[in-house]
């Protein structure tokens, strides 16, 4: 598809369902690409970039311009909190007590993060329960070294619509009843959508799409 035509069908969705394209943001996900297929979007203005992995995401920062904004989207193991820590301007997938503990512990100025909510009818997939979110939240939010600017959520990876269609209404729930619980919080993001849904995940209501393989692939 290509990272023009990204950009138009997120524009495209946005004005179907009356929403500005300025309110979606595009998280490029670097995952497997050189540095120099990376600079090619970079040159066309894109600056926020997304890794899975630690080591690569390390690697990359390392032989890029140093205005990229990295987020690290992937499942993240606590060994490698500190090291990635000073790097990273989003973690999207704070998911558990042991991953807050090592953050607070290793942080020296508050890290952005969003909770990783498990939305998805797929026993691989990690986040937080729905049922669990709230009492996650008052944790998150009472941890001097975590800001919490939202949530983030991945949907069955299924050609069933109308699922992937609740999946994403729960996380914008969730997000919702946040923001008007904790209106002292900067709760601003919410990240989901990804190359085969990011349409319907801006239908509703996401803020943030995480998009790699529909620009990266082969025109």
Known sequence: MGYEAV?????????????SPNEITLLVVSKGQTPDIIRSIYNKGQRLFGENRVTELLSKKAALPADIQWHLIGHLQTNKVKAVLPHIQLLHALDRD??????????????PCLIEVKIAQEPTKHGVLPEEVELFIEKVLAEPKITLRGFMGMATLTKDKAQIRREFRLLRQIFDTARQRYPEAPIDTLSMGMSNDFELAIEEGSTLVRVGSAIFSPQ
């Open 98 to 111: 042991s991953l807050l503990n090592e953050i607070a512990k290793r942080a020296v100025i508050p890290l």
């Open 7 to 19: 950009l138009e069908r997120i524009a495209e969705t946005a004005h179907r369902v009356g929403r």
